[in-house]
């Protein structure tokens, strides 16, 4: 496509229930990450994918975060049991990047789904 | 956590005036980039810049580093009112010569300007 691309654009949860965040990357961009931004705050990183391997997960704020990628396309990061605290809007970025050499190419970011857990 | 911090957190100006943003950061790094978001669009690449680059201009942007101070400064000149957004730069770590591109973002600076 022409762009990252993610669904949904805002997802209302009531705190204790599970949602999935799709995420669909630029066509044949190895690497993928998800971010997270809480309000007035830049983006943290969450956790990356190199074609279908997460190799790094170590944002991942608790164990109720679980991403994947299984056929090295589309990611899905899912979140369960929601808190309040996972309010959030959850960013998704492709690029070129093949890993392990800094390739110093551009981060190309989705428009990002606003997470509200009530 | 965030890498480092940006100032001012806020900058109101007139449309014609100059932006000056600045950017500092902890670790060493390959490359720094600078990004743009607004509600409309989320984020947006604006340039990126090589640990052994020291300015780079695109259009109405200029961008310095110094990894001696391990700090950053984006301009970007004859302000409009469409350039209102928040600004982030973003690191892309050294971390013993690898990396994949994980980016770390300061808190940004939110920039007004009035038409």
């Known amino acids: 496509g022409a762009g990252v691309s993610q669904s949904p654009r805002y997802k209302v949860a009531k705190r204790g229930q599970d949602v999935a965040l799709r995420c669909d990357p630029i066509s044949g961009h190895v690497s993928l990450f998800w971010y997270q931004q809480a309000l007035g705050q830049g983006p943290e990183f969450l956790t990356y994918f190199q074609n279908e391997a997460q190799l790094d997960k170590s944002g991942l704020p608790s164990d109720r975060f679980f991403a994947e990628r299984p056929e090295g396309s589309v990611s899905t990061l899912k979140i369960q049991r929601t808190q309040q605290e996972d309010s959030a809007v959850y960013l998704c970025?492709?690029?070129?990047?093949?890993?392990?050499?800094?390739?110093?190419?551009?981060?190309?970011f989705g428009q990002g789904t606003r997470l509200t857990v009530v | 956590s965030q890498q480092g911090e940006e100032d001012p957190q806020a900058l109101s100006i007139q449309e014609g005036e100059n932006a000056t943003m600045n950017c500092s950061y902890k670790?060493?790094?390959?490359?720094l980039q600078w990004y743009r978001q607004n509600s409309g669009r989320g984020l947006v690449h604006l340039i990126l810049?090589?640990?052994?680059?020291r300015e780079k201009h695109s259009g109405r942007l200029r961008v310095t580093l110094d990894t001696s101070k391990k700090s950053s400064s984006l301009l970007i000149t004859a302000s409009r009112a469409a350039d209102t957004a928040s600004y982030f730069c973003a690191t892309d770590a050294n971390a013993g010569g690898t990396s994949y591109g994980k980016l770390t973002f300061g808190q940004g600076t939110i920039l007004t300007v009035h038409p």
């Open positions: 970025a492709s690029s070129r990047n093949l890993g392990d050499i800094p390739m110093n190419t551009e981060a190309f």
């Open positions: 810049i090589r640990s052994n680059e």
């Open positions: 670790t060493s790094i390959n490359n």
